[in-house]
């Protein structure tokens, strides 16, 4: 079994930054791909941020050159920081892992943490 555990979200103006942290844990498992969602009442979840299985990065075109996305591979930890949020980035921003166990690939999504950017 392997959780999701994150952590950084809050409210703050426009303008301003925050960073996001999900944390992986569990035994003997191999994270495949990382990333981050984000999802608004009534409308589907979205890719923000993520890790390919290759190693390479893939950004929603609406953060571009606002979010970073990192790892911590010692950790299992991926880090999203945000910076130049809008009102618009407001959303609940979930951690997704691809996870390989005992040969087989799993996916798993952490709790939601909420992000509110007021203008």
């Known amino acids: 079994q392997v959780q999701l555990v994150e952590s950084g979200g809050g409210l703050v103006q426009a303008g301003g930054s925050l960073r996001l942290s999900c944390a992986a844990s569990g035994r003997s498992f191999s994270i495949n791909t990382m990333g981050w969602y984000r999802q608004n009442p009534g409308k589907q979840r979205e890719l923000v941020a993520g890790?390919?299985?290759?190693?390479?990065?893939n950004y929603a075109d609406s953060v571009k050159g606002r979010f970073t996305i990192s790892t911590d591979n010692a950790k299992n930890t991926v880090h999203l920081r945000m910076n130049s949020l809008k009102p618009e980035d407001t959303a609940v921003y979930y951690c997704?892992?691809?996870?390989?166990?005992?040969?087989?690939?799993?996916?798993?999504w952490g709790q939601g943490t909420q992000v509110t950017v007021s203008s």
């Open positions: 890790f390919t299985s290759a190693g390479s990065t």
């Open positions: 997704k892992a691809n996870i390989y166990y005992r040969g087989t690939y799993y996916t798993y």
